[in-house]
């Protein structure tokens, strides 16, 4: 009896993980430091945190824009303002080999795994405009610049390629490969942290900047309106610049007003930042922040 229990139980969590596992997104909307946006299919959708992620989704930051994503194996992928990123071919194939193909069109970008996760197994390809990288567990950062494009290997090892120009590895941790537009590519160098240290900024979301984040409990109060018209006229000028903007219906001494607002901010202090950066734009007066 106490064996066959047992055997119940082992069941019973397998079959837990295996749905948990199932749940999991590819690739989810971490956190967002707003204007950006999703392009699917017709679709243009502001990116909002927690939102999930398909095959064939464009992503796009505006300026002053970040957006930080987790892959269905716990990577972070990251992009910097006036980026562009199309996600495809995201699955978990046998060997729970997790797979998937980043093209960065534009803008700065990072991929990174823990060093719990290093040693899980994926198989990503990044190409940064005409530079492809493959990577199995490493930290790199790359941008699609007019008039160059640029790999830095953190740690790790990736294989990169140029167009049609032949493979080579790089295993050297903290160097960097630069392709000019229309002229050969330099030779792969060591970067000093200093530069690294400029490079990372331009895709990590900064404390005060304003984002929105999985989880956060403040809200922007964009404005409080009378009638559903005035909502959806905020409401869709905000989506249309990249906002998130939610519509909630509230009755305040017996009367019904429409709260056009935006959501998961983490702290009262990013709250009014973010508040402090629309005012008097897209039809914006006096926002308030709110718990």
Not at 122 to 142: E, K, P, Q, S, Y
Not at 155 to 175: A, C, N, T, Y
Not at 202 to 211: M, N, R
Request: proline share 5%; with cysteine; hydrophobic share 45%.
């Amino acid at each position: 009896m106490i064996k066959s229990l047992s055997f119940g139980f082992a069941g019973v969590a397998l079959l837990a993980a295996q749905l948990a596992a199932a749940a999991t997104p590819n690739a989810q909307v971490e956190a967002v430091q707003m204007p950006a946006w999703v392009e699917r299919g017709r679709a243009t959708i502001p990116l909002a945190p927690g939102m999930e992620l398909r095959d064939r989704d464009r992503l796009r930051t505006g300026a002053n824009a970040k957006l930080l994503l987790k892959m269905r194996e716990g990577s972070l992928v990251r992009l910097g303002e006036n980026g562009t990123l199309l996600l495809d071919q995201m699955a978990e194939g046998g060997g729970r080999v997790f797979a998937a193909v980043m093209n960065v069109f534009q803008g700065a970008f990072r991929f990174t795994t823990d060093v719990l996760r290093a040693q899980q197994r994926r198989n990503i390809r990044i190409t940064i405009a005409t530079v492809t990288a493959g990577i199995r567990g490493t930290d790199l950062w790359g941008k699609a610049a007019s008039d160059k494009d640029i790999v830095c290997l953190i740690e790790g090892k990736i294989e990169v390629q140029r167009g049609q120009e032949q493979p080579f590895r790089m295993d050297q941790p903290l160097s960097f490969y630069i392709a000019p537009r229309g002229a050969p590519a330099l030779p792969v160098a060591p970067v000093d942290r200093k530069q690294l240290e400029i490079w990372s900024a331009e895709t990590q979301i900064a404390p005060g900047a304003g984002a929105a984040q999985r989880g956060g409990k403040w809200k922007v109060i964009a404005a409080s309106v009378g009638t559903q018209a005035e909502a959806l006229a905020l409401y869709d000028a905000l989506r249309t610049a990249g906002y998130a903007a939610e519509i909630r219906p509230l009755k305040r001494a017996e009367k019904l007003v429409y709260d056009v607002r935006l959501a998961h901010l983490p702290s009262r202090s990013e709250a009014e930042v973010l508040a402090a950066s629309i005012r008097g734009k897209m039809g914006v007066a006096e926002p308030r922040v709110s718990r």
